[in-house]
């Protein structure tokens, strides 16, 4: 039996394969989560429409050392109620922050919400991630004993996503330590 060229059908089929190969590799070089072999990206990432800073908090056990992460609103407003809240930790693991007290659902100019942790026993299916506008929920005992720190230490990563605009109203990464 003679061999000859390979048809053209053939040659099609392995270059569509080799492209699909290569086009993955490169999309799972350039999708790398940071903190997941990633090489320190420098400063910060900031893509943030409202202003977001670490603060201190009302620790458990009395400390005014927990961190607290505070978003201040703008002109800009947003409904927090229909945005989607996620914390991304230095591991890269994702938890969606739950909604604590909102008094004022909408965050505008001269408001501010509180990003925080409070793991819940009773509430095994929660993340002990929340968010409120109630700054005695952060700032005192009033609530809970205090809010527990952020773990690991690191760059966490805030994203607030509005579904009604498809867009990401904060994604900003802070150091939370």
């Known amino acids: ?3 000859g060229p390979i048809s053209t059908g053939t040659a099609t089929v392995c270059a569509i394969g080799i492209a699909t190969v290569l086009i993955i590799g490169g999309s799972a070089v350039l999708l790398l989560v940071p903190g997941e072999g990633a090489p320190d990206a420098g400063p910060a990432l900031t893509l943030s429409a409202l202003p977001v800073e670490v603060v201190a908090g009302y620790g458990d056990g009395g400390s ?3 961190p607290v992460i505070r978003i201040s ?3 800009d407003a947003i409904n927090l109620t229909t945005c989607r809240i996620y914390l991304i930790d230095p591991k890269g693991a994702l938890y969606e922050v739950e909604t604590a007290i909102l008094r004022n659902a ?3 100019e001269g408001m501010t ?3 925080f942790h409070l793991p819940v026993d009773d509430l095994p299916t929660a993340s002990g991630y929340w968010i409120t506008d109630e700054p005695e929920m952060v700032f005192s005992a009033a609530y809970h004993p205090g809010v527990h720190p952020f773990s690991p230490g690191g760059q966490w990563r805030l994203v607030v996503y509005d579904p009604g605009s498809m867009k990401n109203r904060v994604d900003q990464v802070l150091q939370i330590t």
């Open 1 to 3: 039996m003679k061999r």
């Open 64 to 66: 005014a050392e927990a």
């Open 73 to 75: 609103g703008t002109q």
């Open 106 to 108: 909408t965050l505008s």
């Open 113 to 115: 919400a509180y990003v």
